[in-house]
């Protein structure tokens, strides 16, 4: 199993930049990718970026040049930095992890609260 645990959310107003971060312990050896989804009120749990085993990289078209993820800490800790923030980019950002070969599970965070406000 793959247990998460994220940091980093807060409050920030429009413009600025707040870094998330997300740590895996368990069966790191068998995680594939590891990613970020948020989910806003009354809307459906999206994928923000992703980051695979090979560090390919994927983003969601609404923060293209203005999130960056990276991995870090012998490949365990995954960060998603979130430069010019927007009030539409507030929700509960999720870490995900994506683990196993055969039949791949999903490991998920418990959340941390991002609101962009002035």
């Known amino acids: 199993q793959v247990h998460l645990v994220e940091s980093g959310g807060g409050l920030v107003q429009p413009g600025g930049s707040l870094r998330l971060s997300c740590a895996a312990s368990?069966?790191?050896?068998?995680?594939?990718?590891m990613g970020w989804y948020r989910q806003a009120p009354g809307k459906q749990r999206e994928l923000v970026a992703a980051?695979?085993?090979?560090?390919?990289?994927n983003y969601a078209d609404s923060v293209k040049g203005r999130f960056t993820i990276s991995r870090a800490n012998a490949k365990n800790t995954v960060h998603l930095q979130m430069n010019s923030l927007k009030p539409e980019d507030t929700a509960v950002y999720y870490c995900?992890?994506?683990?196993?070969?055969?039949?791949?599970?999903?490991?998920w965070g418990q959340g941390t609260l991002v609101t962009v406000s002035s």
């Open positions: 980051i695979t085993r090979y560090d390919s990289t």
């Open positions: 995900n992890a994506e683990y196993g070969s055969s039949f791949p599970l999903d490991a």
């Open positions: 368990g069966s790191i050896s068998d995680i594939n990718a």
